[in-house]
Structures are given as structure tokens and as C-alpha cells.
């Protein structure tokens, strides 16, 4: 179909080299995760960053924690990962007070912003079960790192689409949210 291209001759088989080189990793298979039945119920957190440029506010970090059942999205920003705890008690506070309902399962990454002794035995108190990912998959985490994902591109888009300085990467952030 391409004139002057040189016939390619194929070997029997393919070589060990390329089959390991172009063997993607498996995919996860998604119909025996469990699913939240009400809001509330499971309720899935990271955080991103640190961003190249902190935001009016200083920030170079942001934290989501997406229901499962209705994929609302609530968007915090940290000037330090440290903060997660303290950005927690206040999104705990508000999610309850306006749905009516209860947290009851906060699933995470192995991050150490929430392996940590004052988000556990504060999750231990008030009922909720406290899950994190196997270190080093966040495929276990994966609504929380598509979102995260997610958020950033569409960041990157509204600032580049108008022009505007990376400082205001906060403000985007909040406005794709």
C-alpha cells in the first residue's frame, strides 16, 4: 500500500524480548468491587500533589474525598500533607450535617497522612472503618486517583485554554470540581 516500503519478513513466533517488553500489565477486574448503596456509606480520599507552583493561598496540595454512591466530590487545599486530619474532621462535620447521614467507611491510600495514629483512633471513636490500599497499587484506590486524575487535566485545559498563569491552578481546580 506504501510505494518504496521494503517488504517485512515475519519469524515464526514472536521473540522473549518483545513479549516481555510489550506485555501490558493485567487489567483489574472491576465487576467484584463492592459498591455503596447509600451516600455516605463508602467514601474514598486522596491527595495530590506536591503542584510546581503554589496557588494565591499557598497551597501545593489538594485532597478529594468522592462519595461512592453519588460521586460527589469535595476538594480541599493543603499548603502541608500534614494538614489531611484537621481538612477531615472539618469534611466529616459538613457531609454529615448536610446529608443527614454518617460516615461509615473511609478508604484510602498507605499514604502516612493516613496512617497515622490521630486519624485512626479518631475514625476507631467515631465508628469508622478505616481501609487503605496495598502500598504501591493505587489501582486499590482507583476512584480517588481517576478523579484526582481527572481534576488535573481539566485544570490544565482551563488554564491553558485562557491563557492564565499556573498560580491560579486552585481556583481552576475548584471550578472543574
Same mark, same amino acid.
Given at each position: 500500500?506504501?510505494?518504496?516500503?521494503?517488504?517485512?519478513?515475519?519469524?515464526?513466533?514472536? @521473540?522473549?524480548?518483545?513479549?516481555?517488553? *510489550?506485555?501490558?500489565?493485567?487489567?483489574?477486574?472491576?465487576?467484584?468491587?463492592? *459498591?455503596?448503596?447509600?451516600?455516605?456509606?463508602?467514601?474514598?480520599?486522596?491527595?495530590?500533589?506536591?503542584?510546581?507552583?503554589?496557588?494565591?493561598?499557598?497551597?501545593?496540595?489538594?485532597?478529594?474525598?468522592?462519595?461512592?454512591?453519588?460521586?460527589?466530590?469535595?476538594? !480541599?487545599?493543603?499548603? /502541608? *500533607?500534614?494538614?489531611?486530619?484537621?481538612?477531615?474532621?472539618?469534611?466529616?462535620?459538613?457531609?454529615?450535617?448536610?446529608?443527614?447521614?454518617?460516615?461509615?467507611?473511609?478508604? %484510602?491510600? +498507605?499514604?502516612?497522612?493516613?496512617?497515622?495514629?490521630?486519624?485512626?483512633? !479518631? @475514625? %476507631?471513636?467515631?465508628?469508622?472503618?478505616?481501609?487503605?490500599?496495598?502500598?504501591?497499587?493505587?489501582?486499590?484506590?482507583?476512584?480517588?486517583?481517576?478523579? +484526582?486524575?481527572?481534576?488535573?487535566?481539566?485544570?490544565? @485545559?482551563?488554564?491553558? /485554554?485562557?491563557?492564565?498563569?499556573?498560580?491560579?491552578?486552585?481556583?481552576?481546580?475548584?471550578?472543574?470540581?
Amino acid at each position: 500500500m506504501v510505494i518504496g516500503l521494503p517488504q517485512v519478513k515475519f519469524l515464526e513466533g514472536v @521473540c522473549l524480548g518483545c513479549e516481555v517488553g *510489550k506485555h501490558l500489565e493485567e487489567k483489574y477486574d472491576k465487576g467484584k468491587s463492592w *459498591k455503596a448503596t447509600t451516600i455516605l456509606e463508602l467514601v474514598h480520599s486522596d491527595v495530590a500533589g506536591p503542584f510546581p507552583v503554589p496557588s494565591f493561598g499557598k497551597a501545593r496540595y489538594v485532597l478529594t474525598f468522592i462519595d461512592d454512591f453519588s460521586r460527589y466530590t469535595w476538594v !480541599f487545599f493543603l499548603i /502541608h *500533607k500534614s494538614e489531611v486530619f484537621d481538612k477531615f474532621i472539618i469534611f466529616k462535620a459538613q457531609a454529615e450535617k448536610q446529608s443527614g447521614k454518617a460516615i461509615k467507611i473511609l478508604q %484510602t491510600d +498507605n499514604g502516612r497522612e493516613y496512617v497515622n495514629s490521630r486519624l485512626i483512633d !479518631f @475514625c %476507631t471513636h467515631e465508628g469508622i472503618d478505616l481501609q487503605h490500599s496495598v502500598a504501591y497499587m493505587p489501582q486499590q484506590n482507583g476512584i480517588a486517583e481517576r478523579k +484526582n486524575q481527572t481534576l488535573k487535566e481539566m485544570t490544565t @485545559c482551563m488554564l491553558q /485554554h485562557k491563557s492564565l498563569d499556573q498560580v491560579f491552578w486552585a481556583e481552576a481546580m475548584c471550578c472543574a470540581n
